[in-house]
């Protein structure tokens, strides 16, 4: 690549917080939230779905007050096709300094028949729901779900009536990850040249990973004309989660050769907010995942080692320090000293003040007596254990 080739921006939209919370049992309190809304927002997450605030008094409070907190992010909602809904999303994420309303319906046979409308009431139904929200906010992102099993002429249909009636973003679902690179791609680049109005808003792909194709459709559907990904931190989601943020992010920063487009992640702060969220919500990171996995720039056999020492690219494409893990992967044992039980919880997400240090090295100090090596989920235990900040 050359420097003079134009990179396009693409935005991302983070959805850990309303369909990464979606995941059965990953439940988090309203501090850890706002944390997480805290870390995404100084990452560089252009949106920030904060929750579904009609669904609980608890999500509209994490809403609201997200909204507050937020700084350079925009603050999304989201919301059923109905007028009560839209208006509780609106009373949340209006104290932002940049709201967005997220509503969205429905689209394929199947999931018409749920609230029973045919296909001319749900199109009334649309104009009369994103007219609603338009009139509210000025940044409103409609969303047919289950887009990809969604007949073809109909979803031209309702997608015209949504930007008709002011949508600014039109987010394509792949509800059931159901689609296939080549599709997702083909799917959003024919809808642009399609749909009256098409290139007046920002079109983004939202894709589940039942098929553990979830990055692959998410790149395929940014190359078809997409600038909006929408994505969740570690893949967190329903079923086989969503895009990992991570994984879409670093592709486009490690092969900008071939997929020129830009993000504004600050790429560097990735490990961290993966750690966090894994402790947050109680779903561990598998040891292999890309990019932010234990084992993902760990190298075991001897030939690996011996190529890693030569010169660091014989097996690494991007180098450790770019997502924000020290160079060194310290290995805690007895002999570690305070300094570097600092340096690594920092690496693990946990930064502590001087007392709470104090404690978890003494814990740290007992264990290692007992043990050769203390891991990674050894030091996350005696942290979850020790008294809260002092
Ligand atoms: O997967 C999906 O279709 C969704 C919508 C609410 C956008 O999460
Ligand atoms: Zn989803």
């Given at each position: 690549m050359t420097d003079t080739v134009t990179k396009d921006r693409v935005l991302i939209f983070d959805t850990t917080l309303r369909d990464g919370e979606?995941?059965?049992?990953?439940t988090m309190t309203h501090e850890e939230k706002l944390e997480i809304a805290g870390l995404l927002d100084e990452m560089g997450v252009d949106i920030i779905e904060a929750g579904f605030p009609i669904a609980s008094e608890g999500d509209f409070r994490a809403v609201s007050e997200i909204a507050k907190q937020a700084r350079g992010s925009t603050i999304c909602g989201l919301a059923r096709a109905n007028l009560a809904d839209i208006d509780r999303c609106w009373e949340a994420v209006r104290h932002a300094r940049s709201p967005r309303i997220h509503t969205f319906i429905g689209t394929s046979p199947l999931h018409r028949a749920i609230p029973n409308l045919d296909m001319d009431q749900m199109a009334e139904r649309i104009h009369e729901t994103v007219t609603h929200a338009r009139n509210l906010c000025d940044n409103v992102q409609w969303s047919p779900m289950d887009a990809t099993r969604t007949e073809w002429d109909y979803l031209c249909r309702v997608v015209e009536i949504a930007i008709k009636a002011g949508a600014t973003t039109i987010n394509i679902p792949d509800t059931v990850g159901y689609t296939a690179p080549r599709e997702s791609a083909d799917l959003i680049r024919r809808l642009i040249a399609a749909v009256?109005?098409?290139?007046e808003v920002v079109f983004a792909t939202h894709c589940h990973n039942d098929l553990g194709m979830a990055t692959a459709n998410a790149l395929a559907a940014v190359e078809g004309g997409a600038r909006q990904i929408e994505c969740t931190i570690n893949g967190l989601g329903e079923r086989a989660g969503n895009t990992a943020l991570e994984e879409v992010v670093m592709a486009l920063k490690v092969r900008g050769d071939i997929m020129p487009y830009e993000t504004?992640?600050?790429?560097?702060?990735l490990m961290h907010i993966s750690r966090r969220v894994a402790t947050v919500s109680g779903f561990p990171v598998q040891f292999n995942k890309a990019i932010v996995g234990k084992n993902a720039f760990a190298h075991e056999s001897g030939i690996h080692q011996d190529g890693m020492l030569k010169n660091a690219e014989t097996f690494e494409i991007m180098r450790p320090e770019d997502v924000g893990l020290s160079e060194t992967n310290l290995v805690m044992g007895k002999h570690s000293g305070r300094a570097a039980l600092r340096a690594k919880l920092k690496d693990l997400g946990f930064e502590l003040g001087d007392n709470q240090l104090k404690d978890v090295f003494v814990r740290f100090k007992e264990l290692a007596d007992r043990k050769k090596e203390v891991y990674d989920e050894d030091l996350v235990a005696l942290v979850s254990a020790a008294p809260e900040a002092e």
């Open positions: 979606q995941s059965p049992g990953a009256p109005g098409a290139d504004g992640i600050e790429t560097k702060r």
